[in-house]
């Protein structure tokens, strides 16, 4: 089959991944999970097309490596929503068009979902966040915009993924079409428990990965908190990685203001990798946001068996963290709630190796990448009968 991928792709993984150069392909807006898909698509024989978009380039470029073939449009740094990013669905238009392909899957909603649409009507969706609840928590006018692409993405579509049943229950009120619910996940390989208990004598840190700081993502509790559990256990420090918690950001800013910094380390965005590698040596993982589609960075640090602190009506949290089962849920919106379960992991080896276990098994139960590929392929070969079907017909 011949798979055309219309997405963010991040580029740098998907070299690391596949073994090419590192300097092979430019930076890409990207996410890390999508890269992992085409990866176990080519490894189960299949041809793949990867659509996606670059601010590193000045034209539309594309790159052939026989099963892989890469076309990346462009991708402004500014501006983009004012003519709902009509350059960026342009490009990825001219390249589909350009490719044919079997089946489109567009992993993600907006410009890519419009565009691969406007070649396809039977191209899968795969929704990846609620555009709602996004402009709900970041009122601007580029969240409103989004919301607009949404709405026709959800209109004129016919088929659709989701990757949990809390984006299955809100996508549903908005199209008379049903979705199909295929989680998010990560590689078999990344399933390997390193983590170990840490007690107060040995170097133990904290580790938060978000794209973002304020609004949804909630970092600003999550520094209180830290500060609150710091003042009877000064040896910990915290890590934040992601956009927006970069030495000089406007969260490191924050913090300082608030003389919140103490103990932190402000890492900002990083490759993929060198995020994994914090990730790996942490003794626990904090996800306070207020909501989220699903949280790729949960299931990440549960693969490595490092326990999870996650908020209770975050959207998917509580679900991919097995309602409770298998990482503490907690009401992120209260500090004093989320420093009672930093110190309870932190403090209590039994609670610590209870998630620990509980959360390798859950990931691994429920979220391996060879399984969820499969559901995709399957997905794809009932579109493709289907739209073969109706042309026979035709």
């Known amino acids: 089959m011949k798979i055309g991928f219309v997405g963010p792709i991040d580029t740098r993984l998907l070299a690391e991944t596949l073994g090419l150069g590192e300097d092979t392909?430019?930076?890409?807006y990207g996410f890390p999970m999508n890269s992992l898909l085409v990866s176990a698509f080519l490894a189960e024989g299949h041809e793949v097309v990867v659509f996606g978009l670059s601010n590193q380039i000045s034209q539309p470029e594309k790159w052939d490596f026989g099963a892989l073939k890469i076309c990346l449009g462009r991708y402004r740094n500014s501006h983009r929503a004012r003519d709902f990013f009509k350059l960026e669905r342009n490009d990825l238009q001219a390249a589909i068009e350009q490719e044919p392909c079997d089946v489109l899957s567009a992993h993600w909603s907006?410009?890519?979902a419009l565009a691969a649409l406007s070649v396809d009507p039977d191209a899968l969706v795969t929704v990846q966040d609620w555009a709602p609840a996004i402009f709900w928590q970041m009122t601007d006018a580029y969240r409103f915009m989004r919301l607009l692409m949404a709405a026709a993405v959800y209109f004129k579509g016919m088929h659709y993924s989701v990757n949990s049943p809390y984006i299955k229950r809100v996508i549903?009120?908005?199209?008379?079409?049903?979705?199909?619910?295929?989680?998010?996940?990560?590689?078999?390989?990344?399933?390997?428990?390193?983590?170990?208990w840490k007690n107060q004598a040995e170097a133990r840190t904290v580790v938060a990965i978000n794209r973002g700081f304020f609004k949804r993502k909630n970092l600003p509790a999550l520094?209180?908190?830290f500060s609150q559990v710091r003042t009877v256990q000064p040896t910990i420090r915290?890590?934040?990685?992601?956009v927006g918690s970069e030495i000089g950001g406007e969260g490191h800013l924050w913090a300082i203001e608030r003389k919140l910094d103490e103990g932190v380390d402000f890492l900002g965005d990083m490759?993929?990798?060198?995020?994994?590698?914090?990730l790996r040596d942490a003794s626990l993982l904090v996800h306070p946001s207020h909501e989220e589609s699903f949280g790729m960075v949960l299931i990440e640090a549960m693969a490595m068996g490092v326990p999870v602190i996650g908020g209770i009506r975050s959207?998917?949290?509580p679900w991919v963290l097995g309602e409770g089962e298998a990482g503490l849920l907690v009401d992120v919106a209260n500090v004093d709630a989320i420093a009672i379960g930093m110190t309870s992991l932190l403090t209590?080896?039994?609670d610590w190796q209870r998630f620990s276990d509980a959360g390798y098994e859950f990931a691994s139960d429920n979220f391996q990448m060879s399984a969820v590929a499969g559901r995709y392929l399957d997905l794809y070969e009932r579109i493709l009968s289907q739209k073969n079907g109706s042309k026979a017909t035709n």
């Open 25 to 28: 392909l430019p930076e890409a």
């Open 238 to 242: 915290l890590k934040l990685i992601g």
């Open 315 to 317: 959207g998917a949290v």
């Open 110 to 112: 907006y410009e890519f």
């Open 223 to 225: 520094l209180q908190a």
């Open 271 to 278: 490759a993929y990798s060198k995020a994994q590698d914090h």
């Open 348 to 350: 209590k080896e039994s």
């Open 172 to 196: 549903e009120r908005w199209t008379f079409n049903s979705a199909e619910l295929i989680p998010n996940a990560i590689p078999s390989k990344s399933f390997n428990r390193v983590a170990k």
